[in-house]
């Protein structure tokens, strides 16, 4: 191998050369020399012309020994300048002296190892033809440690990277809510969401899905995006004409711009499909409902993407047809057509309101032109004010009403069948009706529509004739009290009291009252001169001394009498009310409630 000062020197084993130049910011000087070995050597020399083999280090070309064919015929690195392998060997010999040179002066740090590596080819070469390999070599490895970006994404920001502790460019968000208009909307990130069976809700957004799957060449690739759609790693999305755009979190810290581009309509396109929304009434109020009718959707324009109709893109290293991010990207976009069709229509090439508009003035221009083509149909008939002049002259006078007949009459008998309702309470019902119908025809007022549901249910088991608790009456009990929200046996002791007074017999049994000093303070003097001994008085009630007895006096200015077992205070109604104490109690079976 050649030396630096020209001379030939022992050649230096590769794996040893690699292990002695090392650089310390973890740079391998021999990476640098395998990088200059990938790149193509047309390109190397900085005058433009060829160099024979070996013109660097003035060592005789050994056709055998570096391996050229006996014919003299060059191989394809010489034949277009400098041998790639005489560049890395240079390359690995000037680094090496560059580490020595810098543990000695203590500044090994101050530079990468890829730079000492540069400049020490610089400093190897003699003359011109060394200055030129430099530049060359410098040219070469210029490129070798940068990332590639991408011109047309935003600035990046850095952000620090927990693992390798270098700060990593990661693009910003795509959301610019500011920047929406007709023609762009942005829709904020989804959040994850469990996996399941059908990744969209409507039938729109399922043949969008279809489209997707049936044009991907790779199910494994579809599975992975359809993974990252579900744990939201797709940023937030922009829509505007014929493309979606969004950033896709992937393995790396950077994500990937992705983008998916669909065929924008023509004006012959939004004419047919502007025709067949007019046509029917149910498809503008269904737009606005945001849902998509079938029978929209296959007007005659191709409103929905078929397979192969999405055309992804992404700046992800993997060629696949979608890659991962495209496919989790186009799973998004299916969500947000189950959210809003008019998603659809944007990427047709037009925006919501634009749409809406144009829908609109079609509307009222067809409206307008069936109006003009036809005429109003007459309506058949006669009108009022020629019906009513006519019968002026011409109708004679109504006759007078119908008397009032003597009394409602019975209506029919209902016949009982099996899990049919009740004949008996449809009787009641039957009855009572016809009865307050009777009322209302003989007075021209109903005093039952007064009552509540209470008093009312009250009145129609009062209503009921026959003595005792029967199979019917229980049933009827049970039924009304159920309805008003009572018990049967509060029923029995309320219909007792409507039969003693009525409406104002069931109010004395229910709301207690304080009477003004009169009539009721006169009737304890009354019960005495009738050698009864004196009752006890409690708002308006007189009780007997020893129970069994009682008096309530109504707002009615009547007496109502109540009875019960002695020892007990379980009051029911008992006789008729009278405006005497002592005539109320006439009848009750004694004077004396001791006695038997």
């Known amino acids: 191998m050649a030396s630096a000062d020209g001379g030939v020197t022992d050649p230096v084993p590769f794996g040893e050369a690699v292990d002695g130049v090392r650089g310390s910011g973890g740079t391998r000087p021999g990476d640098a020399a395998r990088a200059a070995l990938r790149r193509p050597a047309g390109s190397v020399s900085a005058d433009g012309h060829s160099a024979e083999p070996g013109a660097s280090t003035g060592r005789p070309v050994d056709p055998v020994a570096d391996g050229t064919p006996a014919s003299g015929e060059r191989r394809p690195a010489e034949s277009a300048g400098v041998r790639p392998g005489d560049l890395a060997r240079e390359a690995l010999r000037a680094a090496r002296a560059e580490v020595r040179r810098g543990e000695a002066s203590g500044s090994r740090a101050a530079r990468t190892p890829a730079e000492r590596a540069v400049d020490a080819v610089a400093r190897a070469g003699a003359g011109d033809v060394s200055r030129d390999r430099a530049r060359a070599v410098r040219q070469v490895l210029a490129g070798a440690f940068r990332m590639p970006s991408d011109a047309s994404e935003p600035e990046p920001q850095p952000e620090p990277d927990v693992e390798s502790g270098v700060a990593a460019h990661v693009p910003r968000s795509m959301a610019a809510p500011a920047r929406d208009g007709d023609h762009r909307r942005t829709f904020p990130a989804f959040a994850p969401r469990p996996a399941a069976s059908r990744f969209a809700e409507t039938w729109w957004g399922n043949a969008w899905v279809a489209a997707l799957e049936e044009g991907a060449l790779d199910a494994k690739r579809l599975a992975r995006g359809r993974s990252y759609a579900e744990q939201g790693s797709v940023d937030a999305i922009t829509v505007t004409p014929g493309l979606v755009l969004a950033y896709v979190r992937g393995s790396r810290p950077r994500p990937y711009r992705v983008q998916v581009r669909l065929r924008t309509f023509g004006a012959d396109d ?160 039957a009855t009572d009706a016809a009865t307050r119908a009777h009322a209302l025809l003989a007075t021209g007022h109903d005093q039952i529509g007064e009552l509540t549901l209470w008093q009312d249910a009250v009145r129609l088991a009062a209503a009921r004739p026959g003595s005792g608790l029967t199979a019917a009456t229980r049933s009827l009990y049970a039924s009304l009290a159920s309805a008003a929200g009572r018990t049967p046996a509060d029923l029995a002791r309320a219909v007792a009291a409507w039969r003693q007074g009525g409406p104002d017999g069931l109010t004395v049994l229910e709301e207690p009252w304080d009477p003004p000093a009169g009539r009721f303070d006169r009737a304890r003097p009354l019960l005495l001169a009738a050698d009864l001994p004196a009752f006890r008085p409690w708002r308006n009630h007189l009780t007997h001394p020893r129970g069994g007895l009682q008096l309530r006096f109504g707002r009615d200015g009547l007496w109502y009498a109540y009875e019960s077992e002695p020892g007990r205070d379980d009051w029911w109604p008992r006789g008729t009310p009278d405006p005497d104490p002592v005539g109320a109690l006439t009848g009750l079976g004694g004077d004396d409630p001791e006695e038997p």
């Open 270 to 429: 939004w004419e047919r499909f502007l025709d067949a929304a007019v046509e029917r009434p149910a498809h503008i109020a269904a737009l606005l409902d945001k849902e998509m009718p079938e029978s929209l959707a296959e007007c005659g324009v191709p409103l929905l993407p078929g397979p192969g109709d999405l055309d992804p893109h992404c700046t992800c290293p993997d060629r696949g047809h979608p890659c991962k991010h495209a496919a989790a990207l186009c799973y998004q976009t299916a969500r947000l057509l189950d959210a809003d069709p008019f998603v659809l229509l944007l990427l047709r090439g037009r925006g919501e309101r634009e749409l809406l508009d144009a829908l609109s003035r079609r509307n009222a221009t067809r409206a307008a032109r069936a109006a003009q083509e036809q005429d109003p149909a007459p309506l058949p008939g006669v009108r009022a004010t020629e019906a009513l002049a006519r019968a002026a002259h011409r109708l004679p006078p109504l006759p007078p009403p119908s008397a009032v007949p003597a009394h409602p009459e019975q209506p029919p008998a209902y016949p009982s069948a099996p899990g049919g309702p009740d004949a008996f309470q449809l009787d009641q019902l």
